[in-house]
């Protein structure tokens, strides 16, 4: 009964490759976001969609590609891993275009590239 | 630029004893102010939405308020389960960026016995 659900859980990669974290909201909601979480703490938005139509794309490396290819689901494919991506990435969604009801956030991936 | 500063850093309070944690911001034109609670290992949690300055929401043993400038996450007589990383996060709507959320970077809060 998840709402928000993010696989995989966990990630330990090589520098240089490609992996993807999928994401899915059975809420019925109309926007989705990534944000990155780094250890710190420190939440950070990178991208957002609303109806699969990209609204936000912030200052992001384009190693990082968002799909979404219907409004339940954005993917996160990340191209040539560095070290400083490290990092976990949260998936999350809201109602409406906006965040004023507040996110759903899933449960987080946590990348480790090695 | 947006920004959410919180303070303390960290806090750790007996079971019973009463503390408040600060969030102050700079937003152009704020459209909302939310709280979110953040357990180890897991996605962050909503919490509050305060939309303007005086208002007040409560829920079970947290009272958060909000002026022109910060807001205040007040904790009652708190217990062990209250444990966890408190972030705050404002919602712009005058520069184009009304669509995310700018987070700080959480109380980590402690509550022992």
């Known amino acids: 009964d998840t709402a928000v659900s993010q696989t995989p859980k966990y990630l330990v990669t090589q520098m240089g490759n490609d992996k993807s974290i999928k994401c899915e909201q059975n809420?019925?909601?109309?926007?989705m976001y990534w944000y990155k979480q780094d250890s710190k703490k420190f939440l950070k938005i990178m991208f957002s969609?609303?109806?699969?139509?990209?609204?936000i794309n912030e200052t992001v490396p384009n190693r990082f590609s968002p799909k979404s290819p219907d409004k339940a689901h954005l993917n996160l494919h990340i191209n040539s891993l560095e070290l400083g991506d490290s990092a976990v990435y949260f998936c999350?969604?809201?109602?409406?275009?906006?965040?004023?009801?507040?996110?759903?956030f899933g449960s987080g991936t946590r990348l480790t590239v090695v | 630029e947006d920004q959410v500063t919180q303070s303390p850093e960290a806090l750790r309070l007996q079971e019973g004893e009463s503390s408040s944690l600060n969030c102050s911001y700079t937003?152009?034109?704020?459209?909302?102010l939310f709280w979110y609670r953040q357990d180890p290992g897991k996605g962050p949690e909503f919490l509050f939405t305060?939309?303007?300055a005086g208002e007040e929401k409560e829920k079970e043993r947290l009272k958060a308020t909000l002026t022109k400038k910060e807001s205040f996450l007040h904790i009652t007589a708190p217990k062990p389960e209250d444990s966890a990383t408190y972030l705050c996060?404002?919602?712009?709507?005058?520069?184009?960026?009304?669509?995310?959320?700018?987070f700080g970077t959480g109380t980590q809060l402690k509550v022992e016995l």
């Open positions: 305060l939309y303007s």
């Open positions: 809420l019925g909601h109309d926007t």
């Open positions: 969609y609303n109806n699969k139509e990209l609204i």
């Open positions: 937003v152009s034109g704020l459209r909302g």
């Open positions: 996060a404002v919602q712009a709507g005058l520069t184009g960026g009304g669509n995310k959320l700018t």
């Open positions: 999350a969604s809201s109602q409406g275009r906006g965040p004023l009801y507040g996110y759903t």
